[in-house]
């Protein structure tokens, strides 16, 4: 019913950026939290951050001033633009979202993009 497909994943050299994408399609009413959330091997997942549909954001402390959420809930998509990377950064991003959709509310995860970054 409702898909959110990830992006922008790849790899970088230490001290660079990245900044990936995550749209929502299928039987949506309305995006409520949207997330972005990474696992690296061997690690628990973690919530790297989060954005409210009042365009609130959180952050986890290992990303803060580095990292920066937003949204375009036209294109009902999410972004995380990622500076100043770190090797201790790479892993799996996955997006999260508290979606309204046509069947109910729900909360769907994406298939996750790959972020590498080197020394």
């Known amino acids: 019913q409702v898909q959110l497909v990830e992006s922008g994943g790849g790899l970088v050299q230490a001290g660079g950026s990245l900044r990936l994408s995550c749209a929502a399609s299928?039987?949506?009413?309305?995006?409520?939290?949207m997330d972005w959330y990474r696992q690296a091997p061997g690690k628990q997942r973690e919530s790297v951050a989060s954005?409210?549909?009042?365009?609130?954001?959180n952050y986890a402390d290992s990303v803060k001033g580095r990292f920066t959420i937003s949204r375009d809930n036209a294109k009902k998509t999410v972004y995380l633009q990622m500076n100043s990377l770190k090797p201790e950064d790479t892993a799996v991003y996955y997006c999260?979202?508290?979606?309204?959709?046509?069947?109910?509310?729900?909360?769907?995860w994406g298939q996750g993009t790959q972020v590498t970054v080197s020394s």
């Open positions: 999260n979202a508290d979606v309204w959709g046509v069947t109910g509310r729900g909360d769907y």
């Open positions: 299928g039987g949506i009413v309305r995006i409520y939290n």
């Open positions: 954005i409210t549909s009042a365009d609130s954001t």
